[in-house]
């Protein structure tokens, strides 16, 4: 089974900054990028691959039954040196193949093969196989005096013998899955058709690692030797795994499960947790192995299930599951049985839900987690307290999260429809106070300290039912009643006072995600800003193909009130509000609240081109327009070169929304005195950009795009207009809707008299 990278979302790469004055730049040595659209490579679920090529050869391991004590006579007893050619699986063809090979370490615990190819090519060297060596037999991130093998033993169990050698084989191969290119790739996998006496098996304890694109020479970073190391450790244990269950294993998610956290218990990173806390309300054992995208979310799923597993019970949770032999959902209640724990398998799930939102390890353990920087899950967010929702649904082994904020004397009823299975759990959250507690379903649930002791309460549905079969969703509704109080609500993801600024070239821009709350308007943002200038942006439509979407309102202006000294003033007293109330924009689906980078950033000058303040944080809505090795894209930064905990880049941009009518004043216009073109906004831009313009009176206007050999693309305008400012879009298309190409254009406006051309730059 294929082991996922904690990164496996991402494109990573390292990038240097300028050593700018420390009064306005942390000063890190190296930055790591994370970009949302992959453009490099990537490690992806190989278990779809392995299922397609045994059906292509007929091959049911299921058939098989456990593997054998020992299928050979003697021990391999290879030496550095070594050669032999190994099977291995050719996911392209589906056929097997022979690959010669050559042993180029021996541990206490391994022999390490590596592809001759890849040896010729430089790929892999002798620095390489030994840190595999090192890591495997001697030292681990977790344990300075443990290897991958000990810990893995420990916690686990121990590894199949049928070649009646104790040294377990690991061979470094360029695996055959198809990749090109940039794009996915498979970093490792176990194959148990290995264990037996077959036609094209190797009779042997072998797993293989990937040497191409997993580049073992990179120490950190997207396929690098760390993702080759926590690879190691998850295959291990999926030897491990087969060692007693062999064909006939459990459910893909249980081990998944015990892989991801043979990683954790190793010391390498946990596989990115936002994937699941994206979603929760999913059957908890799914396991989409034919889908490359989706099964991310299965991995998170998993990572974050076997983490809690671990911190509230222990390591030897996981090997009681194996030695009993026991599976899935039997297994686990039978391991803590056998462990003299009164829990069970229902109870575990229902402390999980809890702590995969509440997270508060201090308030009560079981209500959360030991290991830090991990991101809640994602709730339906109410702000005004009377709600009526007649069809809903959660499935089973699922959960959903539903929040109120705002508002005071909260009371609500769940109707199961019928779903015995359905239970509720209140999480009330105050400044002083925090607390748990059951919720009846069918019955009125009152929380009169709402609004008063606790400013939150959030609902984890949750179906437990072991004997139903049905996976869901199951049917629940939901109707709440309480004091509407019509105040702002504040939407900010940092919670830190800022470290610095980034210099960024101009055309870049920054920007935060906010998610969108049933009911509202958006009042306004906060912005912090470094110095005294204006800085324009935009608010957006949030897309999660392409970051943003429709422009919602451009452009929007942020002025700096004052300039903070060094070392910087806590609070930071340099915040701006843009008064958003009268643009009308919709806030129920998520947003973006954009800036451009419009000039030159210039040290200790108060009124140079501004920057927005940014801080550390374990999770980030924030991202960055800029062009990385010829790329440019929205991307997600953190400043850590082995791990992406605590250190991703936070912007420190806030949104406010409102529900009800809004209580904008009404606002007089100044009409201008005479005509205006503004420069367009952003600039750079891709693909759509607002261009604005003043009129002192009424009257024709007429604004056209030109090519830089002064050929027409498009007539944006050609009408009456009143006067005052007025804001045209264009989305780079020509006067036929076909996309034009990456380049310099130019826009020129006609209006009674006035003439005016300007420049604009298309970058894709």
């Given at each position: 089974m294929k082991k996922i990278?904690?990164?496996?979302?991402?494109?990573?790469?390292?990038?240097?900054?300028?050593?700018?004055?420390?009064?306005?730049?942390?000063?890190?040595?190296?930055?790591?990028?994370?970009?949302?659209?992959?453009?490099?490579?990537?490690?992806?679920?190989?278990?779809?691959?392995?299922?397609?090529?045994?059906?292509?050869?007929?091959?049911?391991?299921?058939?098989?039954?456990?593997?054998?004590?020992?299928?050979?006579?003697?021990?391999?007893?290879?030496?550095?040196?070594?050669?032999?050619?190994?099977?291995?699986?050719?996911?392209?063809?589906?056929?097997?193949?022979?690959?010669?090979?050559?042993?180029?370490?021996?541990?206490t615990n391994c022999y390490i093969f590596v592809e001759d190819a890849l040896w010729t090519n430089g790929r892999v060297d002798q620095p390489a196989v030994d840190a595999v060596r090192n890591a495997f037999d001697n030292s681990t991130p977790a344990n300075a005096s443990k290897g991958i093998y000990q810990i893995d033993v420990e916690t686990f169990g121990n590894p199949p013998n049928v070649d009646n050698d104790n040294k377990i084989i690991i061979l470094i191969l360029n695996i055959k899955d198809g990749y090109t290119g940039p794009g996915r790739y498979v970093a490792g996998y176990f194959y148990g058709y290995n264990q037996y006496q077959q036609v094209n098996s190797n009779v042997a304890e072998i797993y293989y690692l990937d040497g191409d694109p997993l580049d073992f020479k990179k120490p950190t970073g997207n396929a690098s030797l760390q993702t080759g190391l926590a690879t190691t450790a998850h295959e291990f244990q999926h030897m491990i795994h087969f060692n007693y269950f062999g064909g006939n294993a459990d459910y893909t998610f249980f081990n998944e499960s015990w892989s991801l956290a043979a990683e954790v218990v190793c010391g390498y990173s946990l596989y990115s947790p936002s994937e699941y806390a994206n979603e929760p309300n999913q059957y908890l054992f799914e396991w989409r192995s034919s889908d490359n995208t989706l099964v991310l979310n299965d991995y998170s799923r998993a990572a974050r299930f076997s983490l809690y597993l671990k911190e509230q019970f222990g390591i030897q949770i996981f090997k009681?599951?194996?030695?009993?032999?026991?599976?899935?959902?039997?297994?686990?209640?039978?391991?803590?049985?056998?462990?003299?724990?009164?829990?069970?398998?229902?109870?575990f799930l229902e402390d999980w839900y809890v702590a995969n939102y509440f997270n508060d390890y201090a308030h009560n353990p079981k209500y959360g987690y030991q290991y830090s920087g991990l991101p809640k899950m994602t709730s339906v967010l109410y702000s005004n307290p009377n709600v009526s929702v007649t069809q809903d649904g959660v499935f089973k082994y699922g959960a959903k999260y539903i929040t109120y904020k705002g508002g005071k004397n909260l009371s609500i009823t769940f109707n199961n429809q019928g779903n015995t299975g359905i239970k509720v759990k209140a999480m009330k959250i105050g400044t002083a106070s925090k607390q748990v507690v059951d919720v009846p379903t069918n019955s009125v649930f009152n929380v009169p300290d709402y609004g008063t002791t606790y400013s939150e309460v959030t609902f984890a549905i949750y179906h437990l039912d072991q004997n139903e079969s049905i996976k869901g969703p199951h049917a629940f509704s939901y109707t709440s009643s309480g004091q509407f109080v019509n105040t702002v609500t504040e939407l900010a993801y940092d919670s830190k006072e800022p470290s610095g600024i980034f210099s960024w070239s101009v055309g870049d821009s920054v920007a935060v995600i906010f998610e969108g709350m049933p009911g509202a308007k958006l009042d306004s943002i906060r912005v912090a800003l470094r110095n005294l200038s204006s800085l324009n942006g935009s608010i957006l439509r949030y897309s999660s193909t392409k970051m943003t979407g429709k422009t919602l309102a451009a452009p929007i202006t942020a002025t700096g009130k004052v300039y903070p000294s060094v070392p910087y003033p806590v609070p930071w007293t340099n915040w701006v509000k843009v008064d958003l109330r009268d643009r009308n924009i919709d806030a129920s689906t998520s947003f973006v609240a954009a800036f451009g980078i419009d000039g030159v950033y210039q040290v200790n000058v108060s009124t140079g081109p501004n920057r927005v303040m940014h801080t550390y944080q374990p999770v980030s809505n924030s991202r960055t327009l800029t062009t990385n090795n010829g790329t440019r894209g929205w991307w997600n930064f953190y400043v850590n070169q082995t791990t992406a905990r605590d250190s991703f880049v936070?912007?420190?941009?806030?949104?406010?929304?409102?529900?009800?009518?809004?209580?904008?004043?009404?606002?007089?216009?100044?009409?201008?005195?005479?005509?205006?073109?503004?420069?367009?906004?952003?600039?750079?831009?891709?693909?759509?950009?607002?261009?604005?313009?003043?009129?002192?009176?009424?009257?024709?206007?007429?604004?056209?795009?030109?090519?830089?050999?002064?050929?027409?693309?498009?007539?944006?305008?050609?009408?009456?207009?009143?006067?005052?400012?007025?804001?045209?879009?264009?989305?780079?298309?020509?006067?036929?809707?076909?996309?034009?190409?990456?380049?310099?254009?130019?826009?020129?406006?006609?209006?009674?008299?006035f003439v005016e051309t300007k420049k604009m730059v298309l970058m894709k």
């Amino acid at each position: 089974m294929k082991k996922i990278n904690v990164k496996s979302l991402f494109v990573l790469t390292i990038i240097s900054f300028f050593n700018l004055n420390a009064q306005n730049l942390l000063k890190v040595p190296a930055y790591q990028m994370t970009e949302l659209q992959s453009v490099e490579s990537f490690p992806v679920n190989a278990h779809s691959y392995i299922e397609k090529f045994n059906r292509a050869n007929g091959i049911d391991l299921n058939k098989f039954g456990p593997p054998m004590p020992s299928l050979q006579k003697s021990a391999w007893n290879f030496t550095v040196g070594s050669t032999r050619s190994w099977f291995a699986s050719n996911f392209e063809n589906n056929q097997f193949y022979s690959v010669p090979s050559t042993c180029r370490a021996v541990g206490t615990n391994c022999y390490i093969f590596v592809e001759d190819a890849l040896w010729t090519n430089g790929r892999v060297d002798q620095p390489a196989v030994d840190a595999v060596r090192n890591a495997f037999d001697n030292s681990t991130p977790a344990n300075a005096s443990k290897g991958i093998y000990q810990i893995d033993v420990e916690t686990f169990g121990n590894p199949p013998n049928v070649d009646n050698d104790n040294k377990i084989i690991i061979l470094i191969l360029n695996i055959k899955d198809g990749y090109t290119g940039p794009g996915r790739y498979v970093a490792g996998y176990f194959y148990g058709y290995n264990q037996y006496q077959q036609v094209n098996s190797n009779v042997a304890e072998i797993y293989y690692l990937d040497g191409d694109p997993l580049d073992f020479k990179k120490p950190t970073g997207n396929a690098s030797l760390q993702t080759g190391l926590a690879t190691t450790a998850h295959e291990f244990q999926h030897m491990i795994h087969f060692n007693y269950f062999g064909g006939n294993a459990d459910y893909t998610f249980f081990n998944e499960s015990w892989s991801l956290a043979a990683e954790v218990v190793c010391g390498y990173s946990l596989y990115s947790p936002s994937e699941y806390a994206n979603e929760p309300n999913q059957y908890l054992f799914e396991w989409r192995s034919s889908d490359n995208t989706l099964v991310l979310n299965d991995y998170s799923r998993a990572a974050r299930f076997s983490l809690y597993l671990k911190e509230q019970f222990g390591i030897q949770i996981f090997k009681r599951y194996h030695e009993n032999k026991l599976k899935n959902e039997n297994g686990i209640n039978f391991a803590l049985s056998s462990l003299g724990l009164s829990a069970t398998f229902p109870g575990f799930l229902e402390d999980w839900y809890v702590a995969n939102y509440f997270n508060d390890y201090a308030h009560n353990p079981k209500y959360g987690y030991q290991y830090s920087g991990l991101p809640k899950m994602t709730s339906v967010l109410y702000s005004n307290p009377n709600v009526s929702v007649t069809q809903d649904g959660v499935f089973k082994y699922g959960a959903k999260y539903i929040t109120y904020k705002g508002g005071k004397n909260l009371s609500i009823t769940f109707n199961n429809q019928g779903n015995t299975g359905i239970k509720v759990k209140a999480m009330k959250i105050g400044t002083a106070s925090k607390q748990v507690v059951d919720v009846p379903t069918n019955s009125v649930f009152n929380v009169p300290d709402y609004g008063t002791t606790y400013s939150e309460v959030t609902f984890a549905i949750y179906h437990l039912d072991q004997n139903e079969s049905i996976k869901g969703p199951h049917a629940f509704s939901y109707t709440s009643s309480g004091q509407f109080v019509n105040t702002v609500t504040e939407l900010a993801y940092d919670s830190k006072e800022p470290s610095g600024i980034f210099s960024w070239s101009v055309g870049d821009s920054v920007a935060v995600i906010f998610e969108g709350m049933p009911g509202a308007k958006l009042d306004s943002i906060r912005v912090a800003l470094r110095n005294l200038s204006s800085l324009n942006g935009s608010i957006l439509r949030y897309s999660s193909t392409k970051m943003t979407g429709k422009t919602l309102a451009a452009p929007i202006t942020a002025t700096g009130k004052v300039y903070p000294s060094v070392p910087y003033p806590v609070p930071w007293t340099n915040w701006v509000k843009v008064d958003l109330r009268d643009r009308n924009i919709d806030a129920s689906t998520s947003f973006v609240a954009a800036f451009g980078i419009d000039g030159v950033y210039q040290v200790n000058v108060s009124t140079g081109p501004n920057r927005v303040m940014h801080t550390y944080q374990p999770v980030s809505n924030s991202r960055t327009l800029t062009t990385n090795n010829g790329t440019r894209g929205w991307w997600n930064f953190y400043v850590n070169q082995t791990t992406a905990r605590d250190s991703f880049v936070v912007y420190l941009i806030r949104a406010y929304v409102s529900f009800g009518p809004s209580d904008a004043k009404e606002t007089v216009e100044l009409l201008p005195s005479a005509f205006n073109l503004n420069q367009n906004f952003p600039n750079p831009f891709n693909p759509e950009t607002v261009i604005s313009f003043t009129l002192p009176k009424a009257v024709d206007v007429e604004i056209k795009i030109f090519d830089a050999l002064g050929s027409e693309v498009r007539t944006l305008i050609n009408e009456n207009r009143t006067a005052g400012k007025h804001n045209i879009y264009w989305n780079a298309t020509d006067n036929f809707g076909n996309r034009v190409s990456s380049g310099v254009y130019f826009y020129t406006i006609r209006a009674d008299n006035f003439v005016e051309t300007k420049k604009m730059v298309l970058m894709k």
